[in-house]
């Protein structure tokens, strides 16, 4: 469709961080869509934010329902559910960072919010659209039926001490908010999933009460059919760091995912026994995430069908946390 035909979008962020940052540049760089305010707690950062943007800078949300269409939320976890309520009661589109909000009664209230105003509410789902997810995509029949899967990321970086996310009040539950990107990719490749153990390794910064020195957890998931997955997710303030990994083992044959470089990943398929190794850039798909929600805006996507996947995936995140809590494995 020209672009002179699309119906003009206007879009609120609220936040100021980087996932704001990068969302203000993408949706501005869309054809019929101008990110028109942007709220945040510090007007200055706002102000920043809005010099670049020429967007209205806020320092009520209530200006920022007032001046778009929709709003998308990109502020701690803990403040998803109250920001997209406000917003969806406002009669606005709403698109949330994941994970959507901390509980299930949480998500029944905006998801009812959300059918009883009419609008568009989905979860800023980059994974599907990741350069990784993609490319285990297509080429996941050369492996043949998978049996089972494992991935491990562990980013250790002083600046995260004290930060939100390291406060699990602000998080929630962890294996909802750090593992979702993987067991996205697991449900996809290897199935619905219908158990889950937990093990939150979680370890409390004796400086900063409330707050982790070491947050994350390993998490195993079985899988319909009889495949099973293991996930490992850590982010520290102290340590050393290790390179992401992903394996992936099949009937006809195996894969390694490792990271390679600033942005880069290298696949080696069944072991580096076969020449068919490559590195490709990394994609983190975000700019995908934001064509979705104006695709779901002007009627061109099942945005039902989008959050209830999300839905699912979101589930056995706090699923497992449940699990962690009770120390024992839990059906889903």
Known sequence: MNSMTLRRVTIGIAGSGGMATQRISLFNRMAGVKVSAVYARHIEKVRACCARSRAQACADYDDLLAAAEAAVICLPNHLHA????????????????YPLCLSPAEARVLQAAAVRNGRVLMVGNTIIHEAMFRYLMRHRRQLGALCSAASRVAFHDKAVAGCWYMNPRFTGPVFAALHYHHIEYYRHLLGAVTAVRAHDDSRPDHL????????????????????????QWYLSAAGRGSPRGLWLNGAAGSLTVVSHGPAK????WNGGETKANEVYIDDWGVAGSCRDFIAAIRGRLDHRARLQNDMQTLSVGWRAAESARRGRRLTC
């Open 82 to 97: 109250a920001f997209a309520l406000q917003a969806l009661r406002a009669g606005r589109h709403v698109l949330v960072e």
């Open 208 to 231: 900063r009460p409330g707050y982790k020195s070491l947050i994350g957890g390993t998490l195993h998931l079985e899988h319909a059919g009889g495949a099973a997955s293991c996930i």
């Open 265 to 268: 990943s290298q696949v080696i």
